[in-house]
């Protein structure tokens, strides 16, 4: 398993712009397929976006379809979720997941995934 550590979390105007990072530990990130997630209180953890492992392939959910963009950098162990367009309603704690296995991006379940970072707190006022 890996060790993840997010950052880049913190308070912006709707409208606004974050990114987050999620640094991974272990020589073997390149195996691993990554995702964001979010928990807004009160709610279920959602899908946000994921990533394959080598990068070739992400799924978005629709709610931040087009405004926000998942990557990695595979030499730096890390990946990355640029949130632009930011809504009150994105409002939430953002976790990174990690699951081995190399195979094209997909919705995947929190359940599928063996390994969380401890989440970065996003709050988007309006």
């Known amino acids: 398993q890996v060790q993840l550590v997010e950052s880049g979390g913190g308070l912006v105007q709707a409208g606004g712009s974050l990114r987050l990072s999620c640094a991974a530990s272990?020589?073997?990130?390149?195996?691993?397929?990554m995702g964001w997630f979010r928990q807004a209180p009160g709610k279920e953890r959602e899908i946000v976006a994921t990533?394959?492992?080598?990068?070739?392939?992400?799924y978005y959910a629709d709610s931040v379809k087009g405004r926000f963009t998942i990557s990695r950098d595979n030499a730096k162990n890390t990946v990355y979720l640029q949130m632009n367009s930011l809504k009150s309603e994105d409002t939430a704690v953002y976790y990174c997941a990690a699951r081995r296995l190399k195979s094209p991006a997909n919705r995947w379940s929190p359940a599928d995934f063996g390994s969380w970072g401890q989440g970065t707190q996003v709050t988007v006022s309006s």
């Open positions: 990533i394959s492992w080598s990068g070739g392939s992400t």
């Open positions: 272990g020589r073997t990130f390149s195996s691993y397929g």
